[in-house]
């Protein structure tokens, strides 16, 4: 995390109101019931863009720590499983080369 | 693509040819080329959907050390997530092909769609293309990269790539 000087929200306050409007919005149910088979949850959503006006406004040290946690927790839950391959670290050679000869055209 | 390191050149990584049966394209690993079926591909949204299910396994090429030809698992993983972030599995494509089903009904699709794609590229058996999906499912279901989430329409794509314009302000603040 930065340091309390120059931190601000890992997203601006409209993106947070705009991921709540959307998690309440009827096709976003319909979607989610449709993959989950359940209701979506948009409680964290709104709680973020409480903290989020509330640093805005008062700098809020509290509000800061809450929104770290739920980012934190949400990039958690993206990478809790394991990865069936290894990532590369850079991407394969032959990308850029022209086509293989043999795929004749 | 491009922030991974593999930029798409359409004259390059595209190609459109005709093809056997009803195949609507697919990803050449040895060429790191899409190929589109022109005589399959049947209208725009088609094609939309098709050009976003290759490119999914071109991003899974570029950023892992996917054994296409050598891992039936690999394969699968690629598979289940291409069905299930292309929009192969939307409710209106699957009432299409007359598939009803409502609660978790996509991810009944994603697991035939993935099987039925490694059969069409692998010269295998039902049962080894099911365990294989089935071994991966929970891993490769859940991996939403690059979008970070299942983008069901424009208004879904359009905030993934607003947060991937946001990543840098993302990552150094949380």
């Known amino acids: 995390m930065a340091d309390s000087g120059s931190w601000r929200p890992p997203r601006p306050c409209e993106t947070y109101h705009a991921e709540w409007k959307l998690c309440r919005s009827a096709r976003h149910f319909l979607h989610h019931y449709y993959v989950h088979g359940e209701r979506p949850a948009c409680e964290q959503w709104l709680r973020d863009l409480a903290s989020c006006r509330d640093w805005e406004e008062r700098r809020s040290a509290e509000a800061q720590r809450s929104l770290c946690e739920s980012e934190r927790a949400r990039v958690q839950a993206a990478r809790k499983h394991t990865l069936v391959w290894a990532l590369r670290q850079s991407p394969p050679a032959d990308w850029h080369l022209p086509v293989p000869q043999e795929k004749d055209k | ?174």
């Open chain 2, 1 to 174: 693509m491009k922030h991974s390191g593999c930029a798409i050149n359409k004259e390059r990584h595209f190609s459109c040819e005709d093809c056997n049966g009803n195949v609507s394209g697919g990803f050449d690993a040895s060429s790191s080329q899409i190929v589109l079926c022109q005589n399959n591909i049947r209208n725009q949204a088609h094609m939309n959907r098709v050009v976003t299910h290759e490119l999914i396994h071109a991003f899974d090429h570029c950023r892992a050390h996917v054994n296409w030809f050598t891992s039936v698992r690999h394969l699968a993983c690629s598979e289940v997530r291409a069905a299930n972030l292309s929009g192969d599995c939307s409710l209106v494509n699957e009432i299409f092909r007359l598939h009803f089903g409502l609660k978790r009904h996509h991810q009944t699709c994603v697991r035939d769609r993935a099987i039925l794609s490694i059969l069409a590229v692998r010269n295998i058996s039902r049962e080894m293309a099911e365990k294989a999906v089935d071994e991966v499912f929970e891993s490769c279901f859940n991996d939403h990269e690059p979008f970070g989430r299942i983008p069901h329409s424009q208004t879904y794509a359009r905030y993934a790539h607003r947060d991937f314009q946001n990543r840098d302000r993302y990552y150094s603040n949380i």
